[in-house]
């Protein structure tokens, strides 16, 4: 059985900075490509951040773009997100899916608040 987690969110003020990390059971996650989603209630999920197997390609949509960044350690099979300058807009919880070819897995998330 395949299990993902989420890790490291929190409250945190205006400006501040916090790094996400995502790790797997029941699958190799240096196999997969691995998204990080968010999904704020009422409003559809939104992918921030992708990076292929080896960290050689990474995406961001603007909305994040030049404060979050995606890494990955395929020897301690983690994945992270860090995030910096943070803005009450990007709280949120945050979902980790790796996913290959039609094999996409998602966990639980880790909630983010952004407030003074």
Same mark, same amino acid.
Do not use: H
């Given at each position: ?51 292929? !197997?080896?960290?050689?390609?990474? !995406? ?57």
């Amino acid at each position: 059985q395949v299990q993902v987690v989420e890790s490291g969110g929190g409250l945190v003020q205006p400006g501040g900075s916090l790094t996400l990390s995502c790790t797997a059971s029941g699958i190799v996650l240096s196999d997969y490509y691995v998204n990080w989603y968010r999904q704020v209630p009422g409003q559809q999920r939104e992918r921030v951040a992708t990076i292929d !197997y080896s960290s050689t390609n990474t !995406y961001y949509p603007d909305s994040v773009k030049g404060r979050f960044s995606v890494s990955r350690d395929n020897t301690e099979q983690t994945v992270s997100l860090q995030m910096t300058s943070l803005k009450p807009e990007d709280t949120a919880v945050y979902y980790c899916n790796p996913y290959r070819a039609t094999y996409k897995y998602w966990g639980q998330g880790t909630q983010v608040t952004v407030s003074s």
